[in-house]
């Protein structure tokens, strides 16, 4: 029984892709198009060459994060939707550490600035949490909320106290994650991204703490009965989730995006749940799914030069796998 649990898992997703990209190549055809040539584009867009690969790398970086947050939050029971302000609010501690502390350089400053990252993201999670455990508060509303609420504090920083210049952005951050291939952007928060998911699948399903978590999220009640702590558990699923979410973001800045400006880490957190849902909320199977939303946005552009069909084409495609 297990085992067909477990395959079950693992096809649904699969056979999810093929029809979604068989349902895309009828829309394509119906429009006028050539779905064999454009998913050649697509593929070539993403792997083309090794500038091409590694571009599809870095677009699975934040994914992976905002990923692996929601996987975390599920799995205890509780939806966390705020992995964006999350994101924001690590990227929005990081800027600051970055540019405003004086007298650290270097690997120390890297990470002092991501640990600042980590708590600012885990502080912004732990409100729904709070709000959730003290109050009775619906997390959803709580924590898309507050997404509105980072955004718009990041746009007040790049706007105003921050601002570099006429232009409404910050200055550049003064270190950066170091390059990991050679000729492409890829940078070592790939690495960091591919070791929070091997730890969070170890605590999950190898440790006594993932398994009462793992508990509560399948039954609060039976839970309760047997004396874990739920609300404790809640409140720390949304401080580590934003943890994650809040490291992702700072990993985005100092690796890709080097300075905040409007859009930054736009989308990442609503695209984060659909991956970890897709994934089976599993930090394995969260990771391989966001490296699949990466091959189509990092596809999507060269599709679009090479076939002609407009890059919605894409967006259905991704919708379509989360139906």
């Excluded at 999350?86 to 270097?106: D, K, L, N």
């Excluded at 009775?136 to 990041?154: D, K, R």
């Excluded at 809040?246 to 659909?274: I, P």
């Excluded at 596809?299 to 030069?305: D, R, Y």
Aim: charged content about 10%; proline content about 3%; some cysteine.
């Amino acid at each position: 029984m297990k085992m067909k649990n477990t395959l079950i898992k693992i096809l649904v997703p699969i056979l999810s892709v093929l029809c979604s990209f068989l349902v895309g190549a009828i829309m394509i055809t119906l429009i006028g198009g050539n779905p064999v040539d454009a998913y050649k584009f697509l593929i070539r867009g993403a792997f083309g060459s090794t500038a091409n690969i590694g571009e599809t790398i870095v677009k699975a970086v934040p994914l992976i994060f905002t990923g692996l947050a929601a996987t975390f939050a599920y799995k205890c029971g509780v939806f966390n939707l705020g992995a964006e302000g999350q994101f924001t609010m690590g990227a929005v501690t990081s800027i600051w550490i970055s540019t405003v502390v004086t007298g650290v350089t270097g690997i120390p400053l890297i990470l002092l600035s991501l640990t600042g990252g980590i708590i600012a993201g885990g502080i912004w999670g732990a409100i729904p949490g709070i709000l959730k455990i003290t109050r009775g508060l619906n997390e959803i509303i709580v924590s898309i909320m507050l997404n509105y609420v980072a955004v718009l504090f990041m746009g007040f920083l790049y706007s105003g106290p921050l601002r570099e210049g006429s232009v409404p952005q910050t200055a550049a951050v003064t270190v950066k994650l170091g390059r990991i291939m050679t000729g492409t952007r890829v940078h070592a928060g790939i690495i960091i991204a591919l070791i929070i998911a091997v730890c969070i699948y170890y605590f999950l399903f190898y440790t006594a703490g993932g398994f009462k978590l793992r508990a509560v999220g399948l039954n609060q009640t039976a839970s309760l009965f047997n004396g874990f702590s739920v609300k404790r558990f809640m409140l720390i699923s949304f401080i580590i989730s934003g943890a994650i979410a809040g490291l992702g973001g700072s990993v985005e800045l100092h690796g890709t995006q080097f300075r905040l400006m409007s859009g930054f880490g736009a989308g990442y957190g609503f695209d984060g749940v659909a991956i970890a849902l897709i994934g089976q909320l599993n930090p394995i199977g969260t990771v391989l799914v966001a490296y699949l939303f990466a091959v189509l946005r990092a596809g999507a552009t060269t599709m679009q030069v090479g076939s002609g069909m407009p890059t919605s084409v894409v967006d259905i495609i991704q919708a379509l796998i989360i139906v």
